[in-house]
């Protein structure tokens, strides 16, 4: 590799975000950090710019900027804080950028993800909201602009290992049966569903075999994750809802399969740590250390499977009902969770509400034909006010 990558990381703050600086700090003579963003965590923020030394940080607002740039300052360092969406978007397509790691939470991501990919960059993908809201515009747009795309998700990680470099023209054309979507079932798979109303945000966001963000947690609890994975595996690897199998793996080992016509089944297994989907990606097609304990398969002795059970997790047959009507529907289905899943981690709603929120919206106002990024983003602004409404009434 001739010259040091350089990186920006959108979402430095979060779960992502430290374990994609976790992985570029173990390999200083191949990536360097040239931009962070955060959103919330100012100190946390802070103590990662005087670590990486970024040439530009982006903070929420003036106030954040102001207070970001004193400490800085102080401790002699010539980082430029930008601000909001227009500061993501300048760093996610800066001309030095190389590559972008998009692990914004939710739609907020949108933009500065599509801002890195119409800049033809080389996009790691975390933020799964981004595409499974503006899905063909958002592929359209790595088409033209010739950006690399990766998935950073475990699952779509794992396939994209397990699928041949030409998979682009259709799965059917290198000869896939069908791709195999693993889900641990979460910290509710066996709750009685009796059980399900009461359970905290404490509860839903302390997962049994992956440390996430407070969101995907919740998501990964009603499996509305697996849902929105869907989704997102139709769109990164051009296949159709009914291609794609959701099946329960617990031990959270075998990260994705591949079902080829001829009986083979491929998988990608490993420790479930985000480390190696960010290192796998980083350093595409290459391989570096991760700092992933190498996986002991004594220690897990066995791997479980099941089907996943719809009447207890509502948010996946909603997922691949909006998968199926297509459209706006997926923005809809995406922006109506967004705002369920914070009332829910406010105490606002049971956590069985999470579904009737999502239904009760798509029901209301059914998804239109996509024309262009304004027809989403109208979508995305119609649900959350629809969502809200709902959480009025319930009062
Ligand atoms: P997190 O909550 O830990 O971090 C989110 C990051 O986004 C933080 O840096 C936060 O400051 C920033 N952010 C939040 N709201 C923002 C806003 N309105 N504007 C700008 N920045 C904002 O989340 P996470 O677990 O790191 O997940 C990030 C993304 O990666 C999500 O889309 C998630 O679905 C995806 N993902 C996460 C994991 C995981 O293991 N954590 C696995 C697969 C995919
Ligand atoms: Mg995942």
């Known amino acids: 590799m001739s010259h040091v990558q350089q990186i920006t990381v959108l979402g430095a703050t979060g779960s992502i975000g430290l374990s994609t600086l976790d992985v570029i700090a173990r390999h200083p003579e191949r990536y360097a950090v040239f931009a962070l963003s955060g959103f919330s965590r100012l100190a946390e923020l802070e103590a990662l710019c005087l670590k990486h030394r970024p040439r530009f940080a982006v903070v929420r607002d003036e106030q954040a900027a102001e207070l970001l740039s004193g400490g800085l300052q102080s401790a002699g360092l010539s980082t430029e804080v930008l601000i909001g969406e227009s500061g993501l978007c300048t760093v996610a397509s800066h001309p030095q950028v190389d590559t972008v790691m998009a692990a914004i939470v939710g739609a907020a991501g949108l933009k500065p993800t599509l801002a890195a ?39 779509h990680n794992a396939i994209f290992q397990c699928l041949p470099n030409n998979y682009a023209n259709g799965l059917e054309s290198v000869g896939v049966r069908r791709i195999l979507l693993t889900a641990s079932g979460g910290p509710f798979r066996e709750t009685p569903l009796e059980q399900l109303a009461h359970v905290t945000p404490e509860q839903a966001c302390a997962h049994p075999n992956w440390s996430m963000g407070r969101k995907i947690s919740v998501d990964s609890a009603s499996m509305m994750n697996k849902g929105l994975e869907l989704i997102e595996a139709c769109w990164l690897f051009n296949t159709r809802p009914a291609k794609v199998e959701v099946v329960i793996h617990p031990q959270s080992v075998i990260h994705s399969l591949v079902d080829y016509v001829d009986g083979s089944v491929l998988a990608q297994m490993g420790n479930p740590d985000m480390r190696t989907p960010i290192a796998h990606a980083l350093a595409w097609p290459e391989r570096i250390d ?7 398969l004594f220690a897990v002795a066995r791997l479980d499977f099941q089907a996943p059970d719809e009447v207890r997790f509502p948010c996946l047959r909603l997922a691949r009902e909006a998968a199926d009507a297509g459209g706006t529907s ?38 239109v034909a996509v024309e262009g990024l304004a027809t989403v983003l109208e979508a995305d602004r119609v649900a959350r006010s629809l969502a809200e409404q709902w959480l009025t009434r319930r009062g």
């Open 117 to 155: 990919v119409e800049a033809s960059k080389k996009v790691l993908l975390a933020n799964k909201e981004a595409l499974v809201m503006s899905g063909d515009l958002f592929m359209q747009a790595v088409k033209h602009s010739g950006a690399v795309l990766l998935p950073i998700d475990s699952e």
């Open 290 to 296: 991760s700092g992933v304990p190498p996986l002991d």
């Open 330 to 367: 997926p923005a809809m289905l995406n922006a109506a969770n967004e705002v369920a899943v914070e009332a829910f981690l406010q105490r606002r709603i049971r956590f069985n509400e999470i579904p009737s929120i999502i239904e009760d919206v798509l029901s209301t106002q059914p998804g």
